[in-house]
T-cell receptor, first 115, second 115 residues
């Protein structure tokens, strides 16, 4: 099976712009989670989508949003970019079984730089 | 709220020796899962080992094993016969049974392996 893929791998944006990141989960996986990784804050949970519905949400401002399509692919959007949004954004997928017992498989990440 | 703490920012081990990485967590839930992830310089997160809280037996995966102390809320990772390829950042993560795809990560431990 192909792993989790994320596009693009690198992005450079300027403050005030918006950005959309894409994630394709492992075939058959219906849960997609997003994380932000920065040197200062570490790995922080953004949100999770399951069957096109947001199932969990972290403590991030409304500028961060996401969605999931019927094929389980997910996108996250960040509007009005700030310098502090520079980070590695990781996507992870897991199977449809309920509960935290599922293993999350991570993609290679998208490195976002905001100038 | 659940928290995960890794008190060792950096660790070093000689090749072929054994090293133990520490992790403590705090939760009021009774059912949960604990994970150790490895993140090499490529930034690809790789699952090393997982432990279900309801299992008393410590999980093992080849050279990797955990010491899970539920009452003490401690979850350490032991790497035996360390190899150069083990050099990476290691993250301890908590997943609540009913939290779906949400993982809470510790700050990480940077492991270096000396030849």
């Amino acid at each position: 099976k192909a792993g989790v893929t994320q596009t693009p791998r690198y992005l450079i944006k300027t403050r005030g712009q918006q950005v959309t990141l894409s994630c394709s989960p492992i075939s058959g996986h219906r849960s997609v989670s997003w994380y932000q990784q920065t040197p200062g804050q570490g790995l922080q949970f953004l949100f999770e989508y399951f069957s096109e519905t947001q199932r969990n949400k972290g403590n991030f401002p409304g500028r961060f949003s996401g969605r999931q399509f019927s094929n389980s692919r997910s996108e996250m959007n960040v509007s009005t970019l700030e310098l502090g949004d520079s980070a590695l954004y990781l996507c992870a997928s897991s199977s449809h079984l309920a509960g935290g017992r599922n293993e999350q498989f991570f993609g290679p990440g998208t490195r976002l730089t905001v100038l | 709220a659940q928290t995960v703490t890794q008190s060792q920012p950096e660790m070093s081990v000689q090749e072929a020796e054994t090293v133990t990485l520490s992790c403590t967590y705090d939760t009021s839930e009774s059912d949960y899962y604990l994970f150790w992830y490895k993140q090499p310089p490529s930034r690809q997160m790789i699952l090393v080992i997982r432990q279900e809280a309801y299992k008393q037996q410590n999980a093992t995966e080849n050279r990797f094993s955990v010491n899970f102390q539920k009452a003490a809320k401690s979850f350490s990772l032991k790497i035996s016969d360390s190899q150069l390829g083990d050099a990476a950042m290691y993250f301890c993560a908590y997943g609540g049974y009913n939290q779906g795809g949400k993982l809470i990560f510790g700050q990480g431990t940077e492991l270096s392996v000396k030849p």
